[in-house]
């Protein structure tokens, strides 16, 4: 079965960098385009990132880059200049894509999600 397993969270202070990973398996990676969102406590699950098949994409946070390695089945999500208000659970997302260029914003969109992992940014 579809398996999104997200590393790389952790404690950082304010200004630090953090690299996220997502792990997939189960799915042929190449033909979905994936997605970053994060909840922070009370409140609703928000978009981060997305990025298509063939590697274009968005991101909310000009401080935050996604990637993806099709080779090793792998979406990354760098995080630079964190601040305190970033602290949440990072969720990796996938979705199977019919163009190679789509990427998508909205959660509903996607039909798989990892466990997520937390990200606590200190003042």
């Known amino acids: 079965q579809v398996q999104l397993i997200e590393s790389g969270g952790g404690l950082v202070q304010a200004g630090g960098s953090l690299r996220l990973s997502c792990a997939a398996s189960?799915?042929?990676?190449?033909?979905?385009?994936m997605g970053w969102f994060r909840q922070a406590p009370g409140k609703e699950r928000e978009f981060v990132a997305a990025i298509s098949r063939s590697g274009g994409g968005e991101s909310v946070q000009g401080r935050f880059s996604i990637s993806r390695d099709n080779a090793k089945n792998t979406l990354y999500l760098q995080m630079n200049s964190l601040k305190p208000e970033d602290t949440a659970v990072y969720y990796c997302?996938?979705?199977?894509?019919?163009?190679?260029?789509?990427?998508?914003?909205?959660?509903?969109?996607?039909?798989?999600w990892g466990q997520g992992t937390q990200v606590t940014v200190s003042s």
């Open positions: 189960g799915l042929t990676f190449t033909i979905y385009a």
């Open positions: 997302a996938a979705k199977v894509s019919p163009g190679r260029s789509n990427f998508y914003t909205t959660a509903p969109d996607y039909g798989y």
